[in-house]
C-alpha cells in the first residue's frame, strides 16, 4: 500500500483548495455533486449522501483534436 496525501483548506462554503502529493486543484461543490478543477482537466462526481454511493467522470476542458474525421475520404477502385 502506498503512502497518500491530501490536504483540504475551505475558501468559501462550496468552494475548496486541495493540495495533494500529486498536485493542487480546486473544488466547487458540495454533497451530492463537486467539480474538481486540475490542469486540464475536469472531474465530476456525483453521489448519493451516507449512502457511500458515487459516480465520477474525468472530462476534458479543451475539446480534442478530431483531425480529418470531418472531411470525407475519397476511395479510388482500380
Given at each position: 500500500?502506498?503512502l497518500?496525501?491530501?490536504?483540504r483548506i475551505?475558501i468559501?462554503p462550496g468552494?475548496?483548495?486541495?493540495?495533494?502529493?500529486?498536485?493542487?486543484?480546486?473544488s466547487?461543490?458540495?454533497?451530492g455533486?463537486t467539480?474538481n478543477?486540475?490542469g486540464?482537466?475536469v472531474?465530476?462526481?456525483?453521489?448519493l449522501p451516507?449512502t457511500?454511493?458515487?459516480y465520477s467522470?474525468t472530462?476534458?476542458?479543451?475539446?480534442?483534436?478530431?483531425?480529418?474525421?470531418?472531411?470525407?475520404?475519397r476511395?479510388t477502385?482500380?
Amino acid at each position: 500500500m502506498g503512502l497518500r496525501f491530501r490536504r483540504r483548506i475551505k475558501i468559501l462554503p462550496g468552494l475548496w483548495f486541495n493540495v495533494s502529493k500529486s498536485g493542487v486543484s480546486t473544488s466547487i461543490g458540495g454533497k451530492g455533486l463537486t467539480v474538481n478543477l486540475k490542469g486540464d482537466k475536469v472531474k465530476m462526481t456525483v453521489g448519493l449522501p451516507g449512502t457511500g454511493l458515487s459516480y465520477s467522470e474525468t472530462l476534458s476542458r479543451t475539446p480534442k483534436p478530431q483531425g480529418d474525421a470531418q472531411t470525407p475520404r475519397r476511395v479510388t477502385l482500380l
